[in-house]
Structure formats: C-alpha cells, structure tokens
C-alpha cells in the first residue's frame, strides 16, 4: 500500500479528512478531527486570532421575486396530529435550496405542500401568477413511482404528448432532456434495465421535458454509491447554472455544503434555521440539537481559524 485512497474504485466516498491530506501533500493520514486539527497545526495551517473567519463570499444578489409560498399552513394526515401548524416558507427565483432536518421534521410533506400534491387545511400554498401556470416538476425519492414505460424514449415523451404538443416538437423536447441527463444513447431500452442513478436521471428527464421553472427533488441521492451521488449532484448543479430554480431534500451534509446556496432546517415542523450555508453550517450547536452533524472538513476548518464548504475551498486558503 502507497498510502493513497482509492475507495473509488468500488464507488465508495472516502471520508473527508484522510482524502483531504494526500491532495494537500502528505502522507500521514489522519483518522480523526482531533488527529486531523494536530497535524494542520503542526504544519502551520492555522489562523491565529482569526476565530471562525469566513473566507470571502460573493456579494449576495438582489432579492429575486417568489415563486413558491406557505402562507400561515396548518397541515395534518388523516387522523394524526398536525405537521405544521400556522407555518410560513418562501422559495424565490434563482435559488438552489436544500432542506434539512431529522426524520418525521416535515421535509417532504413542506416540497409536496409546495408542489400541490398535498393540500392545507388552513392557509394558503401560492404560486407566482402569470400568463401561464407555474411549471412545477416534482422528482420522488424512489424513482420506480414515476416511471412506467416500456422504453426511455416514450417515458420522457409521456408528457409532452399529454400536453398535446405535435410530435416535432415532442420529439425535440425529448431528445434535449434525455442529452442534458446524459441518457440519449440508453433512449431504446427498457427503464427498468438501467441503474438506480439512471433511473433517476430519467426520472428529471421526464420532468424537464415539461419545461419547468421549478424542479423539487426529494432525497435524489439515497440509495446511489459515491460516483451516482456525485453525477446527481452535478446534474443539479448544470440545472441550476441553465436557470432552473432547485429545492432538493437530503440527508446528506456534505452535499448540502457542497452544493446548496440556502439552507432550511427544519425540526418538529418548524424552522430553526434558513440562511445561506456558511451562516447555518456555523450553528454546529443547534444543528447537533436536530441530529445533524457538521460535514467534519467544515468543523476541522472552524478550529484552524477559518470556514471552507469544500476542499477546494480549503487548498486554496491553506496553500495560499
């Protein structure tokens, strides 16, 4: 052994801090945070007196309109105690949203509330009026409740047809999604034939066929090994940078330090933070109080002085 990860090779995510040290130059790996803030020490990484500085973020943009809204929400399921109750959320414009929070918090009643396949008791779910309805697309958790064709390329045409669009144009639309998700070469085969991460591409593919300003996607990356997380989550990204507005449920921290702008955590059926990520990936305290952990690179760059999201983030400051 040479000392070199390579968990890649069957597709398993490395941990964060023995991944990190060989790319910055060394050798030792360690195992743990308190091994890991030792050894940065040690080779001069830390910030003195600087606190939990924040490297420089870009200035934050006007606010953009909204698209999406929960305005004063009471919701419960059939003879259960209510999720939300006088509840409020806004999505706006623009955004890459990722919600956060223990199991039985609300995160996927809040996206179907959004999307309209659930309906308050009390208070209203708004949308953005204009001269067309607001396209919404929905992706679920399990990607088998939406696919049911016999073949790829007459599972992303459903919906266009449905819409009664002639068939140049169905086509068209077809074939773009299926490039955009890199699935246009599998456009003959059987859904059911692809892996999970395919099926789950196909599943945005049959929802960006309908031209949708907003695309929800909930827990996109369960059940996906490392190399399908890390293509689902640059697919949103890619969706995202082409002007698509992206809420997406997850579990999973370092995604959501990795990729999201805004942070919603949510606890009980209430928010406990909303903000961008460097604001809520600071409060390790009351993230902890909801069973969720700071990603530990985030932590490790916190003790040295400093705030990095990603290695990257964290080469770059370290090495200068």
């Not at 929960?70 to 890459?96: H, K, M, N, Q, W």
């Not at 396209?135 to 064709?149: E, I, K, W």
Request: charged fraction near 25%; aromatic fraction near 6%.
């Amino acid at each position: 052994c040479d000392g070199r990860w390579r968990p890649c090779a069957a597709w398993l995510r490395p941990p964060e801090l023995p991944a990190l040290f060989p790319d910055l130059g060394q050798t030792a790996l360690p195992l743990t945070l308190e091994e890991a803030a030792v050894q940065a020490r040690s080779l001069g990484w830390e910030c003195p007196g600087a606190g939990s500085r924040e490297l420089p973020a870009p200035p934050l943009p006007s606010p953009a309109p909204e698209l999406l809204a929960l305005r004063r929400v009471t919701f419960a399921y059939p003879d259960s105690s209510p999720i939300f109750r006088d509840f409020s959320f806004s999505l706006r414009e623009g955004e890459l949203t990722a919600i956060l929070g223990p199991n039985g918090g609300g995160k996927t009643t809040l996206v179907k509330l959004l999307r309209g396949l659930l309906k308050p008791q009390e208070g209203e779910a708004w949308s953005a009026p204009g001269d067309q309805p607001l396209r919404v697309g929905f992706v679920f958790q399990n990607p088998d409740y939406q696919l049911f064709s016999e073949q790829v390329w007459e599972e992303v045409a459903f919906g266009p047809r449905l819409l009664g669009l002639e068939p140049e144009e169905v086509n068209r639309r077809v074939e773009q999604s299926l490039s955009r998700v890199h699935l246009l070469d599998r456009a003959g085969e059987d859904p059911f034939s692809l892996t999970k991460g395919q099926r789950q591409r196909l599943a945005v593919a049959g929802v960006l066929a309908l031209t949708p300003r907003v695309i929800i996607l909930d827990e996109p990356t369960t059940g996906l090994d490392h190399r399908e997380q890390e293509d689902m989550l640059e697919l949103i990204r890619e969706l995202h940078a082409q002007g698509h507005t992206i809420v997406m449920v997850t579990h999973s921290m370092w995604a959501a330090a990795h990729y999201a702008q805004r942070l919603v955590v949510l606890n009980r059926g209430r928010i406990v933070l909303d903000g961008p990520t460097r604001e809520v990936l600071a409060q390790e305290e009351i993230l902890c109080s909801c069973n969720l952990k700071t990603p530990a690179l985030v932590q490790l760059s916190r003790r040295l002085g400093f705030m990095a999201l990603t290695p990257e983030e964290f080469r770059n400051h370290v090495l200068g």
